[in-house]
């Protein structure tokens, strides 16, 4: 229940953006397809050897509906991670709600929440194996408008990514929490 906490609360959050929306005049619609990419800082934090700081780079496409409410899938790599005892490399895929308040012309506050598709190649003592898995995430962010249709970034985003490494023993499930900090851009056309 506790990893549900964070969906509920940001569907009700964007369910009431959405509600705002339909209030506002709907001739300023700003729907339309947009992409964009981050580059920053991981921070993968667990209870064994995995806790280390990383790049991470993500690619991002996305649908705005209005003003307020989109819909954003992208790719991450979170790149190689761990110490000489374990480690592990996780790649994945997002689908995400994004809430977004237009602050002034040239600021939007945002926050998201979705669902995190990852697989993680790990080596744990010198065992190698694969885990396919989904996790839940949430973020916020600012956008800075550059002109009207490019945006520049800053956001913070936590995974709860859980990596089972079954072939190490029948209890190997290890709890780790990925927290990104990146800086980005985006194009909306």
């Known amino acids: 229940m506790k990893k549900f906490i964070p969906v509920i609360a940001g569907s009700i959050a964007?369910?009431?953006?959405?509600?705002?929306?339909k209030a506002e005049n709907m001739?300023?619609?700003?729907?339309?397809?947009?992409?964009?990419?981050?580059y920053g800082y991981?921070?993968?934090?667990?209870?064994?050897?995995f806790d280390d700081n990383n790049d991470v780079v993500q690619g991002i496409v996305g649908y705005r509906f209005n003003s307020f409410l989109a819909l954003e899938g992208s790719y991450i790599d979170f790149g190689k991670y761990g110490g000489s005892a374990a480690n592990a490399e996780t790649t994945g895929y997002t689908a995400a709600l994004k809430g977004t308040i237009p602050i002034t012309q040239t600021v939007e506050l945002?926050?998201?929440?979705g669902q995190l598709w990852h697989e993680t190649d790990y080596n744990i003592a010198s065992i190698k194996g694969s885990s396919d898995d989904r996790s839940l995430f949430a973020g916020a962010g600012v956008n800075f408008k550059v002109t009207e249709n490019l945006l520049?970034?800053?956001?913070?985003?936590?995974?709860?990514?859980?990596?089972?490494?079954d072939n190490v023993n029948s209890?190997?499930?290890?709890d780790t929490d990925f927290k990104q900090a990146s800086v980005g851009a985006e194009y909306r056309f």
Do not use: I, P
């Not at 964007?14 to 929306?21: E, F």
């Not at 945002?110 to 929440?113: E, M, Q, Y």
């Not at 520049?152 to 490494?165: E, G, P, R, S």
């Open 171 to 174: 209890d190997s499930e290890f």
């Open 152 to 165: 520049v970034n800053a956001q913070y985003t936590w995974y709860d990514v859980d990596l089972n490494a």
């Open 42 to 49: 991981l921070k993968v934090e667990s209870d064994d050897d």
């Open 110 to 113: 945002f926050a998201k929440a």
């Open 27 to 38: 001739a300023d619609n700003n729907s339309g397809l947009y992409v964009g990419g981050n």
């Open 14 to 21: 964007l369910a009431s953006l959405s509600g705002v929306a």
